[in-house]
């Protein structure tokens, strides 16, 4: 059984910075696409950014230059870290990964709430 767990949501001033970690565990084989999500209040979720297990990215336009995506694949984590933070960033940020056990899979953490309020 696999499972994605987050870390590093909280309560930021716009402007700030947070670090998200999301660690996957489990009977892994391999793990190849990793990536962010979020959902704000009544909002669709919507791609934050994206990262393959060669290291290549894809984000979202509102978070180009703010958000960084990484990974560390012998930790099967990856990592969102996302500066100058604005208000309309607060949401539910969630963890996915396409993981191979027997299967190739789409898994989804919880989610980590990220707060901006002044």
């Known amino acids: 059984q696999v499972q994605l767990v987050e870390s590093g949501g909280g309560l930021v001033q716009p402007g700030g910075s947070l670090r998200l970690s999301c660690a996957a565990s489990?009977?892994?084989?391999?793990?190849?696409?990793m990536g962010w999500y979020r959902q704000g209040p009544g909002q669709e979720r919507e791609l934050v950014a994206t990262?393959?297990?060669?290291?290549?990215?894809n984000y979202a336009d509102s978070v180009k230059g703010r958000f960084t995506i990484s990974r560390d694949n012998a930790k099967n984590t990856v990592y969102l870290q996302m500066n100058s933070l604005k208000f309309e960033d607060a949401a539910v940020y969630l963890c996915?990964?396409?993981?191979?056990?027997?299967?190739?899979?789409?898994?989804w953490g919880q989610g980590t709430q990220v707060t901006v309020s002044s």
């Open positions: 996915n990964a396409v993981i191979t056990t027997r299967f190739t899979t789409d898994y």
């Open positions: 489990g009977n892994i084989f391999s793990i190849n696409a």
């Open positions: 990262i393959t297990s060669g290291g290549s990215t």
